[in-house]
T-cell receptor
């Protein structure tokens, strides 16, 4: 079975631009969570999507938004990029909303200049 | 609110030494899950263990062992006879299993960078 795949692996954007990151969940997993990991810190929860609806959100502003598609893949969109948005963005999928068996992808490294 | 503290930011050991990574957590819930993840330079988080709050038995898996003590809110991780391949950042994480934790969010500690020298 395939794991969680994220694209692109690296990205450089200019302050004020918009970015879309993509995640394909592990086969059979219907729940996707996104995390932001700044350099030298632990990951922080952005939000979770379950069956195409947002199912919980961390302390992130509305310019962070997401989508989940019928095949359970997901996108993370960030508008009006700021320098502090530079981070590793990790996607994790799980079998069900209340399942605690998370599988993480390798992440997208976003640099905002 | 849930919180995880990993006081050791960096540990350096010589191969074959034993090393313990500390994790202290805070939660008001009686039902929760604790995790350890390994993050190699490639970036992905590799799952090591999940423990629920009702199971305080220590666990051993090969060279890895975990000591869960609710009385001190700690969930420490020991690597016996460390190897160079164990070099990575290790994260302890907590998830409260309550209805209020919409999204089952994981709260991570700041991580401990382990360097094992040959």
């Amino acid at each position: 079975e395939t794991g969680v795949t994220q694209s692109p692996t690296h990205l450089i954007k200019t302050r004020g631009q918009q970015v879309t990151l993509r995640c394909s969940s592990q086969s059979g997993h219907n729940t996707v969570s996104w995390y932001q990991q700044a350099l030298g810190q632990g990951p922080q929860f952005i939000f979770q999507y379950y069956r195409e609806e947002e199912n919980g959100r961390g302390n992130f502003p509305p310019r962070f938004s997401g989508l989940q598609f019928p095949n359970y893949s997901s996108e993370l969109n960030v508008n009006a990029l700021e320098l502090d948005d530079s981070a590793l963005y990790l996607c994790a999928s799980s079998l069900e909303r209340r399942d605690y068996g998370y599988t993480f992808g390798s992440g997208t490294r976003l640099t905002v200049v | 609110a849930q919180k995880v503290t990993q006081a050791q930011t960096e540990i350096s050991v010589v191969e074959k030494e034993d090393v313990t990574l500390d994790c202290v957590y805070e939660t008001r819930d009686t039902t929760y899950y604790l995790f350890w993840y390994k993050q190699p330079p490639s970036g992905e988080l590799v799952f090591l263990i999940r423990r629920n709050s009702f199971d305080e038995q220590n666990e051993i898996s090969g060279r890895y062992s975990w000591n869960f003590q609710k009385s001190t809110s700690s969930f420490n991780f020991t690597i016996t006879a460390s190897q160079v391949v164990d070099s990575a950042v290790y994260f302890c994480a907590l998830s409260e299993a309550t209805r209020n934790n919409a999204g089952n969010m994981l709260t991570f500690g700041g991580g401990t960078r382990l360097m094992v020298k040959p």
